[in-house]
């Protein structure tokens, strides 16, 4: 198969890669289409990091058909639609048998460790099939949108952390990418009075608004201090969408008492924020982060595919042979998600 292997800084191949004989309790899925992540462009962008070993096949954003099944393996048929969580868990470490399967200590993530979407096909473990990591999606749903689940499945996994989002909820977006205005649509379907979001793109802020935000913010012209104080926002929620060590600190200090702060994006490492330790303890700020989706998660995610609107995020769609060209296109100003689409045959 041809698959798109990262040996290091900006240093993508296409390549042609065996792949493995079909084991017992394992499938092999068709790449339909694979978005870009954050991950896996500060991964292309900043070269190595510790947590892998190169050259490895990225994208972990991917929907594909069922190829072949294993031997063993029932509820899949050839043809079937699926997604498939990032996270491979262990199922025995004492993260998973508390149900957050999604912090494995043993964990394997598609594109990280083992190959990823941007390849004409994916073998998944039969590990991965046992615990129910591969989901059918929903008939009749949109290829840009199921490209999305797992984005999708990180944000339903972000609200668990804070306990949800209710009708009596302001919620202050920061960060208006994929993921922010995923939790824009999660916000607004669960009936928050008041949904926010900043950024610092027109392009995006104006697909926010398409999407139903109440307010968007322009950073580059506000703080979110300043707008907070000028727009009587006193958020119930804050969620940091967005890899700014300012933004986050910003966020800390404009939730109102008794409010929760979720630290969803990743930072560069080594990244710290001043903390008023006094502000946190007297106002009683729920401070938590959120990294991937529990099994789930993601089976939620694709049950809600339907009700929302994560097709209009992906903004650009590159052929798979032009995979190093999607890559550079996440770094244009009017990018959201870009997609690498495989040829239908
Ligand atoms: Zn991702
Ligand atoms: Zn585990």
Redesign the pocket.
């Known amino acids: 198969m041809k698959a798109f292997a990262l040996y290091g800084k900006e240093d993508m191949r296409l390549e042609e890669m065996e792949l493995p004989a079909l084991e017992r309790g394992a499938l092999l899925l068709r790449v339909l289409a694979c978005a870009v992540c954050g991950s896996d462009a500060r991964m292309f962008f900043n070269g190595p990091t510790a947590r892998y070993t190169l050259p490895i096949v990225l994208g972990h954003e991917f929907v594909a058909q069922v190829e072949a099944v294993g031997e063993g393996v029932d509820g899949y048929s050839v043809g079937d639609l699926v997604g498939a969580n990032s996270v491979i868990?262990?199922?025995?470490?004492?993260?998973?048998?508390s149900g957050k399967?999604n912090i494995?200590?043993?964990?394997k993530l598609f594109g990280v460790h083992i190959p990823g979407g941007f390849a004409e096909y994916v073998y998944v473990p039969p590990q991965m099939v046992a615990v129910g990591g591969i989901v059918r999606l929903p008939a009749g749903v949109d290829l840009r949108a199921a490209a999305l689940t797992e984005v999708l499945a990180c944000c339903v996994h972000g609200l668990r952390q804070v306990g949800g989002v209710d009708p009596n909820d302001e919620v202050l977006i920061v960060g208006d990418g994929a993921v922010g205005l995923t939790f824009l649509q999660l916000a607004l379907l669960a009936g928050a009075r008041r949904v926010v979001t900043s950024g610092r793109r027109p392009r995006r802020r104006e697909l926010a608004t398409a999407l139903g935000a109440h307010e968007t913010i322009d950073a580059k012209q506000w703080s979110l201090a300043d707008y907070a104080r000028a727009h009587g926002l006193q958020p119930s929620l804050a969620i940091v969408a967005a890899s700014s060590p300012e933004a986050t600190a910003e966020a800390l200090a404009v939730v109102r008492p008794g409010g929760r702060v979720l630290l969803f994006s990743g930072y560069l490492p080594g990244t710290s924020v001043p903390l008023d330790v006094n502000a946190v303890h007297y106002r009683e700020t729920l401070i938590v982060g959120s990294i991937d989706s529990t099994l789930g998660d993601f089976h939620d995610a694709a049950a809600l595919l339907p009700r929302l609107r994560m097709g209009e995020l992906v903004t650009h769609a590159y052929p798979f042979a032009q995979t190093v060209s999607a890559f550079y296109s996440t770094r244009e100003q009017d990018a959201v998600r870009v997609l690498v689409t495989m040829d239908q045959d």
């Open positions: 868990p262990c199922m025995r470490c004492p993260a998973c048998t399967n494995c200590y043993n964990q």
